[in-house]
Nanobody
Framework: QVQLVESGGGLVQAGGSLRLSCTAS????????MGWYRQAPGKERELVAL??????NYADSVKGRFTLSRANAENTVYLQMNSLKPEDTAIYYC??????????WGQGTPVTVSS
């Protein structure tokens, strides 16, 4: 199994930046995709960005503002979030998909953007 630990959330003013980190442990050799989802109060969990190999898929709402990067040697994925908006406020969850259709989730890290 894969375990994920996130860090980097917090409170920031609109227009500011934050960087989230997620480190995987366990059967990391089986991971083929990693990314980030978020869930705002009263809303369903939604995709933010997901990387598989050389391709990263971004939600339209974050394109041009958020950047996902991976440090494979450290089994870590980052989410650089710039030009943050109040509507980006949510709990952000790291996600990893392994061969065998196993899906792991982190515990979530809160991001609050004040106007």
């Amino acid at each position: 199994q894969v375990q994920l630990v996130e860090s980097g959330g917090g409170l920031v003013q609109a227009g500011g930046s934050l960087r989230l980190s997620c480190t995987a442990s366990g059967r990391t050799f089986s991971i083929y995709a990693m990314g980030w989802y978020r869930q705002a109060p009263g809303k369903e969990r939604e995709l933010v960005a997901l990387n598989r190999g050389d391709y990263t898929n971004y939600a339209d709402s974050v394109k041009g503002r958020f950047t996902l990067s991976r440090a494979n040697a450290e089994n870590t994925v980052y989410l650089q979030m710039n030009s943050l908006k109040p509507e980006d406020t949510a709990i952000y969850y790291c996600n990893a998909v392994s061969y065998g259709a196993n899906v792991a989730w982190g515990q979530g890290t809160p991001v609050t953007v004040s106007s």
